[in-house]
């Protein structure tokens, strides 16, 4: 059987693959029953490896690891505080992410994409679901904020000008997410372009 700790390398393998974490760009966690897994700063994803994941507790301070952890940990660990069902949270930087966050930042509006059944409780694509969008803050104390005001997103958010934030009950789920997140984006992107 797969351990947290591989599982969560193969998820940030995986979201890099992809392509979304661009310039050491995005972070990654998981929880633990001491707190969570998260990836230490500056780390290339394409090349991650168990000694670039660090132990931290809820409050954020590491327990085990080598190096700083990632500059945006203390907002997993708000998670992980704020909602005792996320069990994993996964933040990529994407292109679509980026620029549909600085062109909608009260929210996107989906509807009409059968994708969104891939997002946790929605049963059809005939209904219209709102991906929230909070401004960003380098002051993860703030940012934090912004998330706990807009408080339940259960499937995660935008960042301003930033990125994804997917969350999950388990890794598999926040994977679902996190990628069906990103491919109605994608679609939002290019239906964008039509009027042009
Ligand atoms: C390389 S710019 C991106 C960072 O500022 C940050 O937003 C990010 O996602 C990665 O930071 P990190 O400290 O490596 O976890
Ligand atoms: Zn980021």
């Not at 940030?12 to 001491?34: H, K, L, V």
């Not at 679902?176 to 009027?195: D, G, K, N, Q, T």
């Amino acid at each position: 059987m797969m351990t947290l700790q591989t599982e969560l390398l193969a998820a940030i393998s995986w979201a890099a693959q992809q392509g979304w974490t661009p310039a050491t760009g995005g972070n990654f966690s998981a929880r633990t029953e001491a707190g969570y897994l998260v990836t230490a700063s500056g780390r290339d994803k394409t090349r991650i490896q168990a000694d670039d994941l660090l132990l931290c507790d809820l409050d954020g301070r590491v327990l085990s690891g080598d190096g700083k952890p990632s500059a945006e940990s203390d907002l997993h660990a708000a998670l992980y505080r704020l909602d005792p069902t996320i069990n994993c949270v996964l933040h990529t930087h994407t292109l679509a992410s980026t620029v549909l966050s600085r062109r909608f930042p009260n929210g996107i509006e989906l509807s009409g994409f059968e994708m969104q059944k891939a997002l946790q409780g929605n049963v059809t694509h005939d209904a219209s679901v709102l991906l929230p969008v909070v401004p960003n803050s380098q002051d993860m104390d703030e940012l934090a904020e912004h998330v706990r005001s807009g408080w339940p997103m259960p499937w995660g958010f935008l960042v301003t000008g930033h990125g994804i934030y997917a969350v999950g009950d388990s890794i598999a789920s926040c994977r679902r997410h996190l990628e069906a997140i990103e491919f109605l984006l994608s679609c939002v992107l290019e239906e964008s372009r039509w009027s042009k």
